[in-house]
């Protein structure tokens, strides 16, 4: 075998031959080039890995914003009561934004095990929330459409059959697929809500409901029925009837202003929710709140209530 060595500079070619043939081998025989050499061979990897890795990303990143604009166009559509978080870094434009007095209900942390019921959930608000802490299984109720709702008989007069016959729950139907949720809803008035239609619930939730219905306290009634555990009653009052010195005050509205029939003194919540059955009430906490973007004007309370000691 024959060897020849050409050396230029720091680099090296090595000629090796036999009767079989011959073969050419470059090297750099300089250390110092060589380590110059194995790193800007090692960057050059390394870039063309960063550049397919930056590419991979900027990919990303526009295959999520394609997927945010086409889910913002979906929740557009919608006239929203509720702010609801949808996991895509969407919040829906909610007339209420709950999530900032989440704390005043001093709920549980976690759920888990609990079967819990949502009275009047409208976009699902509460409904994901609980599902959100655990609960086992979450049951939405609400109406099916405008028809169904408690307006004054000369008001629905006014309104053509496609505004009476407008569906509910196209807020919560667009929130609870984006969510990828497991809430079941049910189509059901909260006068027909019975154990042997639902059976009976770990905790009940009826918030701000009371005011909008002609008959107050067969709903509450119809909550009892299904309580096993304890009932998370909230609901707007007016302070200024429990200053009049009467424990127990109803100012009667009419339906005709935003569906409102009733404005309550404390003292007449307190005991409404007792004469429904329950055997004890707490009052958990008092509270202002208020629409998006204006001052919490509306006072608010929440009771706890069981039915039995």
């Known amino acids: 075998m024959a060897t020849k060595f050409l050396r230029l500079g720091p680099f090296e070619l090595v000629v090796l031959a036999n009767d079989r043939g011959f073969s050419i081998r470059g090297a750099i025989s300089c250390r110092l080039w060589g380590s110059f050499y194995n790193r800007l061979r090692r960057w050059r990897i390394g870039d063309t890995s960063s550049r397919k890795t930056q590419e991979r990303a900027e990919q990303a990143v526009f295959d999520q914003t394609q997927e945010q604009k086409a889910l913002m166009e979906r929740v557009r559509t919608i006239q929203w009561y509720h702010s609801i978080d949808l996991d ?43 599902e959100k802490r655990g609960a086992n299984e979450v049951v939405a109720m609400d109406i099916e459409q405008v028809n169904d709702l408690d307006l004054p008989p000369t008001m629905k007069d006014l309104m053509s059959p496609e505004e009476l016959s407008r569906k509910h729950g196209k807020g919560f139907a667009v929130a609870h697929e984006i969510r990828k949720s497991q809430v079941r809803r049910e189509v059901l008035n909260v006068y027909d809500l019975s154990a042997a239609r639902v059976g009976k619930f770990d905790i009940v939730h009826i918030g701000d409901i009371l005011l909008h219905l002609m008959n107050p306290m ?92």
């Open 88 to 130: 895509h870094q969407i919040v829906t434009p909610g007339l209420y934004d709950h999530r900032q007095i989440l704390a005043q209900y001093y709920l549980p942390e976690r759920m888990d095990g609990l079967r819990v019921l949502d009275v009047g959930t409208f976009d699902g608000f509460w409904a994901f929330e609980f």
């Open 218 to 309: 067969k709903a509450l009634q119809r909550v009892f029925e299904v309580t096993a555990g304890y009932a998370l009653i909230s609901e707007c009052f007016s302070p200024d009837l429990d200053r009049l010195g009467c424990e127990r005050i109803l100012q009667y509205c009419g339906g005709a202003t935003e569906c409102t029939w009733w404005s309550f003194s404390l003292g007449a919540l307190e005991q409404m929710i007792f004469d429904a059955g329950f055997q004890k009430v707490e009052l958990v906490n008092r509270f202002k709140f208020g629409p998006q973007g204006k001052p919490g004007t509306r006072h608010h309370a929440v009771f706890r209530a069981f039915p039995r000691f």
